[in-house]
């Protein structure tokens, strides 16, 4: 099914992608919010910038976003797939508990802030290019890959990893990461390291057709929490 | 039920070499983000718009009743010259209502009061306009700049856009406001932008030091008196740009200061910059989330919270530069941008007329 957004607000636009059994083409999208949230099956395109809020509670349906996508995507997403072929603004994953986000340019701020993980419930995110500040803030589970292609400066801002207390971060960069939070241990990534992420890594490069040569060029540095228990004595003994 | 999906919305358009376009655009720029205002407020700043009396002070005033005009205007024309009065032009707009009386008035200091004040023009203006938001009852000056007027009312910005006549004014820069209070009231005065002289302020967000700045800046003659938390923001840009003579770059250093973490990872001469603006102007750091874009003469200034606790967009177009709190706000009015990107917090994005960094290099 095709629909052109142009003078649709976001409930009549969301109304027709939920009632549609089939995969959805959206054109001229500008800015409609929570495209796809809580979807479990079918494919939605979308050409333009849609809202915030875009694969909110996503539950294993796909979105591919052609363009640039705005703040809060894939929040507390379950299952599924979200591919951007641009940009992702602030919050990208936020709390998002399972599936997999593709972004092709850079995200902003507090990606994958309180992403978390459950037996096979392990969420993913891979970014091209950099991220800005509080990277993985509060990060309770799951893996988040930073490539930082097209840059030699390091691909991550400020305060990355800030109560960081689950999961596993990756960022590429030939610069090691400085001013990382006390509980946050800092490591070259193992091969054996790089194997377990490889799946994710080939999957990207197959997606956006980025060479394997290319992405395994650098260094890959690998942020975990230092304890399994980092509040131990935040309060009170517990 | 539905979900209110809640959050301020600000745009600014700009091109920087000066040439004016309509109002519409901006309006149509504010509507896309309509999901971040309830109804509470909506406004805009145009820059450029009054040519023909480009030399006057544009005060744009809304009274609650035909008394508070008259006295109003008993002040006026004691202290200025009144070179054109009349209603500002409106449409009827079922979604705008209880309006207020809304005048405007061309003036020029009275010469002789002006010398007798020995204050120079602009300070004159600044206490005038103070003194009738804070003496006259049912009065209130929201705009005073020269070249530049605000529009602003409760509801959504379309409507009030709209209900202004908007797009029949050309300028060289609009802001835009959608309101979506959330801890002060919605009313006309309580509207963004937020200006006094030529300086006007959009802004989504909340000041959480609100109260420590009020105190800070009031030592210095300004009254708060708008029951909002922007109205501050406004009276420090003006402080620290026009009286005390900081750059919009040190200003922005002021408002969203770096934290003391990350000024010491920075190189020394920059090191002690940031100090000393951190130890002098201590009390002017807003704290709390926010996005503005601040409107001047020749020029727009955006800047983010130093946490980044609120979304900005910027976008480029030949010599056009737009901000929004999404893109979506942009991509709707230029869809073909040449460069897209999301500032950092406390990276304040400074765009000037090209004929002014002209002025400047050659000053």
């Known amino acids: 099914m095709n629909l052109c957004a142009l003078n649709l607000g976001y409930r009549e636009l969301n109304e027709l992608v939920h009632g549609s059994e089939e995969d959805v083409v959206i ?20 050409n333009g910038t849609p809202g915030n809020a875009l694969g909110a509670y996503l539950d294993g349906a796909s979105i591919i976003v052609n363009g640039n996508a705005q703040d809060a995507v894939g929040d507390t ?79 991550t801002g400020y305060f990355t990893g800030t109560g960081m207390h ?25 091969p054996s390291d790089i194997k377990r992420i490889e799946e994710n890594l080939v999957e990207f490069s197959d997606l956006f057709g980025v060479s394997m040569d290319e992405i395994l060029g650098k260094t890959f ?11 131990k004595q935040l309060y009170t003994e517990n | 039920m539905f979900r209110n999906p809640s959050g301020c919305a600000i745009s600014g358009i700009i091109s920087t070499s000066g040439r004016r376009f309509s109002g519409k655009i901006i309006v149509d720029s504010i509507a896309a983000m309509r999901e971040r205002s309830n109804g509470l407020g909506g406004g805009f700043a145009g820059y450029g718009i009054y040519p023909e009396y480009k030399d006057y002070y544009a005060l744009h005033i809304f009274y609650n009743d035909k008394l508070s005009k008259k006295e109003c205007e008993n002040f006026l024309e004691e202290h200025f010259d009144i070179i054109n009065l009349s209603k500002i032009p409106t449409r009827k707009v079922k979604e705008i209502t209880d309006e207020p009386l809304i005048w405007r008035y061309f003036v020029t200091p009275l010469p002789t009061k002006l010398a007798d004040s020995q204050l120079d023009e602009r300070e004159f ?38 209900f202004y006549r908007l797009d029949e004014y050309e300028g060289y820069c609009f802001t835009a406001h959608g309101r979506y209070p959330t801890n002060t009231p919605g009313w006309w005065g309580g509207a963004h932008p937020f200006a006094l002289l030529d300086y006007s302020v959009v802004h989504n967000g909340e000041i959480s030091s609100y109260d420590a700045n009020r105190r800070a800046i009031e030592m210095y003659g300004y009254k708060c008196t708008l029951l909002t938390d922007t109205e501050v923001i406004t009276y420090i840009i003006d402080y620290l740009h026009r009286v005390r003579g900081l750059t919009l770059d040190e200003i922005c ?40 874009i601040v409107g001047f003469e020749g020029g727009l200034m955006a800047l983010n919270d130093r946490l980044k606790l609120r979304s900005m967009v910027v976008g480029q177009k030949d010599d056009m530069f737009y901000v929004a709190s999404e893109e979506a706000a942009i991509r709707v009015v230029q869809s073909d941008l040449d460069r897209v990107w999301a500032p950092k917090g406390g990276e304040g994005v400074i765009i000037t007329l090209k004929e002014q960094e002209n002025l400047a290099k050659a000053g």
């Open chain 1, 27 to 46: 054109d001229q999208c500008f800015g409609q919010r929570f495209i796809g949230s809580g979807a479990s099956s079918k494919t939605i395109i979308i």
């Open chain 1, 77 to 155: 997403m379950n299952d599924g797939k979200i591919i951007i072929y641009g940009n992702a603004g602030d919050t990208l994953g936020y709390g998002m508990r399972g599936g997999k986000i593709f972004v092709r340019g850079n995200s902003g701020y507090r990606t994958g802030i309180h992403m978390k993980e459950y037996r096979d419930k392990k969420p993913v995110i891979v970014v091209g290019g950099s991220t800005g500040s509080f990277l993985g803030e509060y990060l309770a589970g799951g893996l988040i890959i930073v490539l930082g292609l097209g840059t030699e400066e390091f691909p």
């Open chain 1, 166 to 190: 689950g999961g596993e971060i990756f960022i590429r960069s030939n610069i090691v990461p400085r001013g990382l939070p006390k509980q946050v241990t800092l490591s070259q990534a193992s």
């Open chain 1, 221 to 231: 540095h690998r942020l975990m929490p230092n304890a399994t228990n980092p509040y």
């Open chain 2, 125 to 162: 203006v600044v206490k005038c306009v103070l003194r009738i938001n804070t003496a006259i009852d049912g009065a209130y000056v929201f705009s005073s700049g020269k070249n530049m007027g605000v529009f602003k009312a409760v509801g959504y910005p379309e409507d009030v856009g709209r």
């Open chain 2, 253 to 292: 250093h002021v408002l969203a200061a770096p934290f003391w973490s990350t000024i010491e990872g920075k190189p020394q001469e920059e090191r002690d910059e940031l100090e000393f603006l951190r130890y002098t102007f201590g009390s002017y750091l807003l704290n709390g989330p926010f996005s503005i």
